[in-house]
């Protein structure tokens, strides 16, 4: 457009790393990304990618920050200083070659002259996927609007971050579905909950006891003191809205369920854990995504049926922790449709609770039944149309009482 000085700002999804390596590879400076004269030959090591010994001396294949691979040079022992990083070099060389093959564990030699190709590249690999995790985690608790710590931990396979997943705090609806809508007014209590507290105003009682503990049953709504309200941010009926209050981890499985999530700190019988969120979209476009989810494996569409079934959450592609919690027959989690700055029933929030005591490290579940989605039993499933039938996906939750299928 002539005339017009203004500029195009596009978000940029290379790492820093990346972006230093270019400008090393053509001999450029750029002072917004630490390339400058003094830095351009500074080393740093990123992580060792070989091993080898001669003349009784060992050296190790160095990949250096910053620089491309190209770069990459042989050392000796006595000139790295990266102690952490000659222990992982050492720990994922002996986590290969101790691995089970045909039935046999391979004998792990301690005195090698150099390291197979097979071996060389899988250490590589296993570098690089725990810089992408280190980057992942660093992204998640950059975005996330809680103070608990979200960590990532892959100790199973090579696998990395998903590559089509944005973190969100809060539902991301689709055009004309508006999610803030209903709410002008709050209680004016000075110490909730009293006569006119939110939960009374919408013929409920509080959903939470003394300790700020869930103390309704499954089926009951939650009603929250909203933005409106004249109570402070230490009320007991701002709960939810909060956000999770625990660390967790992110962590993958060993049986085949892909990523999982559990909990760093114990959790209480009673007690808020997350919250589910995902993109707002209509029932016809969830069923339309359905089929499509249901070719693939993967259940992320979660039915807002408290009122109606206009509705469905999508977490495929936008979400927060929930996106990675698996499914169980016989879960620690139930799920709660929430209300706070939205009165509409067509669009609850929803929120998972504890069921019991949760131990530290354990794996967090929900049932995913608990959706209100249509209940594709063998009787159920014969009754539907062609079009509404769906493929049935192996439940691989291992409780005693398993279903056998997650749909």
């Known amino acids: 457009m002539e005339g017009w000085r203004g ?8 790492s820093l790393e990346t972006l230093q390596e270019l400008c090393r590879k ?7 990304i630490g390339i400058t004269n003094r830095s351009l030959k500074s080393y740093e090591v990123e992580y060792l990618c070989d091993y080898k010994v001669e003349e009784g001396k060992e050296y190790y294949l160095v990949k250096w920050k910053g620089w491309p691979e190209s770069s990459n040079t042989w050392e000796p022992e006595k000139h790295l200083n990266c102690p952490l990083l000659l222990q992982n070099f050492l720990s994922d060389k002996n986590e290969y070659l101790s691995r089970v093959r ?39 608790n950059r975005k996330k609007n809680h103070k608990a710590m979200i960590l990532v931990e892959n100790t199973v396979d090579l696998e990395g971050p998903p590559l089509d997943f944005y973190y969100i705090n809060e539902y991301k609806p689709a055009p004309g579905i508006n999610v803030l809508n209903g709410i002008t ?17 919408a013929g409920f009682i509080l959903a939470y006891n003394k300790r700020k503990k869930l103390k309704i049953q499954p089926g009951l709504p939650i009603y929250e003191c909203n933005s409106y309200c004249r109570c402070g941010p230490d009320c007991p009926n701002r709960i939810v809205q909060k956000g999770t209050p625990y660390s ?27 919250e589910y969120v995902g993109e707002v979209i209509t029932s016809e476009e969830a069923e339309r995504r359905g089929q499509l989810y249901d070719n693939q494996g993967n259940t992320y569409l979660f039915d807002l049926d408290y009122d109606s079934d206009e509705f469905t959450v999508d977490a495929a592609r936008y979400g927060n922790v929930s996106h990675f919690v ?11 449709n929430v209300f706070i700055d939205n009165l509409d029933l067509r669009l ?10 949760i131990k530290a490290g354990e794996e967090l579940t929900f049932d995913y039944q608990m959706k209100g989605s ?34």
């Open 26 to 32: 053509e001999n450029l400076r750029c002072k917004s």
């Open 248 to 274: 967790l981890c992110i962590f993958r499985t060993n049986n085949g369920r892909g990523w999982g999530v559990k909990t760093l700190q114990k959790i209480k019988t009673n007690s808020f854990v997350m």
């Open 102 to 140: 045909e039935g046999k564990a391979l004998k792990v030699r301690n005195h090698i002259k150099a390291l197979k190709p097979a071996v060389a590249d899988y250490v590589v690999k296993k570098a690089k996927q725990r810089i992408a995790l280190q980057r992942w985690k660093e992204e998640l």
């Open 326 to 336: 698996n499914h169980s027959c016989d879960p620690n989690l139930q799920v709660f």
């Open 348 to 357: 609850p929030r929803i929120a998972l609770f504890s069921t019991r005591t």
């Open 7 to 14: 500029a195009w700002y596009v978000p940029c999804l290379a």
């Open 185 to 201: 007014t709050g209680c004016e209590c000075a110490d909730c909950p009293a006569e006119k507290c939110c939960p009374k105003e």
């Open 374 to 407: 249509i209940d594709l039993t063998s009787d159920s499933a014969d009754g539907l149309s062609p079009s509404k039938k769906r493929i049935r996906t192996v439940c691989k939750c291992g409780a005693v009482c398993c279903r056998g299928y997650l749909n």
